[in-house]
């Protein structure tokens, strides 16, 4: 199980580096400046709900990690993949399920 961050601005810090989306990108896909992007990542400024909001969407976090960080979710990695899922578009889902079509074929059976 991976360590959960206590602080905002850390799980949003760890999201953005967890899916290797820089902070110039980030700040540009929510409508934000970047200086403001890393005020919340470094010097702890609460965003605004709206902001919360688009950061929760669009780094895919589990917003239990947010509102109740002592809560143990197990199915912390598959609930973050199925929120991604949701937003995808129609081709990037049938990439996805060749994907792991290929992946569970090529896997060794036991």
Known sequence: MRKIPDKLSELIK????GGLITVESLAEKIGVTERYLYRIE????K??????FKLIRELGLDSNTIFYPEKNLQT???ESIMRKLLVCDKRSLLIIKATIEAALESQTKY
Do not use: I, Q
């Not at 470094?42 to 400024?45: P, V, Y």
């Open 42 to 45: 470094n010097e702890h400024k």
């Open 47 to 52: 965003p605004s709900y709206d902001v919360l």
């Open 14 to 17: 760890a999201a953005r580096e």
């Open 76 to 78: 912390d990695e598959y």
